[in-house]
């Protein structure tokens, strides 16, 4: 959502349904639940993913409480590479302006991989659409730094989605005018 809108030319170009939180356990997720609902949120009692809450106002504004980046896949050591990506994740975050707001968003390299598995676990389920796809290019036509590239490109060999990379990456380098000066994936893997 804002991680990503902050990029944007303009940032209401990058509408957004909900906001997204990532909470790093369980009692975190409490905690943040009692204020919410304390200052009008309720627990809607429908949502159909395992990995997060999701609540809502009184004018239907809706807050995800993630406790883990997305479901299980079926692959194990994917999951393994998940689980401890999110357990250092913290130590990859700084703070940035989005629309006037202080927030913590990751740095370019580990938010280029939360969308890329964002997007794979979309594309199992029920398949994504443009947004995400207007998200990759403009996060890395934004990113001027060589070395988060490289740090991006470490963590899609080490995970084992190297296709699915460089498949989203060729559509948006083909059809969206995505730079392939400035694509994550490295040229000789386009």
């Not at 302006?97 to 990751?106: A, S």
């Not at 594309?123 to 403009?138: E, H, I, K, P, Q």
Request: proline content about 2%; glycine content about 4%.
């Amino acid at each position: 959502g804002c991680a990503v809108a902050r990029l944007y030319p303009v940032a209401e170009y990058r509408k957004t349904t909900d906001i997204d939180l990532f909470v790093e356990n369980r009692e975190a997720v409490e905690r943040a639940v009692q204020i919410l609902c304390a200052n009008g949120f309720r627990l809607s009692k429908e949502w159909h993913a395992n990995h997060h809450f999701v609540l809502l106002s009184e004018r239907n504004e809706e807050v995800e409480l993630h406790m883990t980046w997305t479901e299980e896949f079926k692959e194990k050591h994917l999951n393994q590479y998940l689980e401890k990506l999110q357990k250092e994740s913290s130590r990859h975050c700084q703070k940035a302006d989005c629309q006037g707001l202080q927030v913590y968003v990751y740095e370019t390299a580990w938010q280029g991989f939360y969308l890329l598995i964002h997007m794979l676990l979309h594309f199992v389920g029920s398949g994504f659409g443009l947004r995400n796809l207007c998200d990759w290019v403009v996060l890395w036509q934004q990113c001027k730094d060589a070395e988060a590239r490289q740090d991006f490109w470490k963590m899609v060999c080490e995970s084992g989605t190297v296709r699915f990379a460089k498949a989203v990456t060729e559509i948006c380098v083909q059809y969206l005018g995505l730079d392939k000066d400035k694509s994550p994936v490295p040229a000789e893997n386009l």
